[in-house]
């Protein structure tokens, strides 16, 4: 199993931006997705971001293109979400998690995450 610690939530502002990171520990394939999810209360966990180990592919959902950007540092093992024009919608707890085997970003079935960070909440006011 893979290890994932969540760090760099916070409360912001509208407008404002932060920086997730999720620091992994454990061996990870290339042909792993690392992807980004948040849950607000009351609300169903999401797929927001998602990313193809070995292509570099990369994967948004609607409401967070172009605020948002994914990137892994492979020396670091750690997945960073920059997200930018933070919005009230945004406020969540965002969780890390890993898909090994991951045949394409697109599919963010929670279901098909194997390993999951303990989250670091996002509030945006």
């Known amino acids: 199993h893979v290890q994932l610690v969540e760090s760099g939530g916070g409360s912001v502002q509208a407008g404002g931006s932060l920086r997730l990171s999720c620091a992994a520990s454990g061996y990870i394939a290339a042909s792993t997705c690392m992807g980004w999810f948040r849950q607000a209360p009351g609300k169903e966990r999401e797929g927001v971001a998602n990313?193809?180990?070995?292509?570099?592919?990369?994967y948004y959902i609607d409401s967070v293109k172009d605020r948002f950007a994914i990137s892994l540092d492979n020396a670091k093992k750690t997945l960073y979400l920059q997200m930018n024009s933070l919005k009230p919608e945004d406020t969540a707890a965002y969780y890390c998690a890993t898909r090994p085997h991951c045949p394409h970003t697109r599919d963010m079935r929670v279901g098909r995450f194997a390993d999951w960070g303990q989250g670091t909440q996002v509030t945006v006011s």
């Open positions: 990313f193809l180990i070995s292509v570099g592919s990369t």
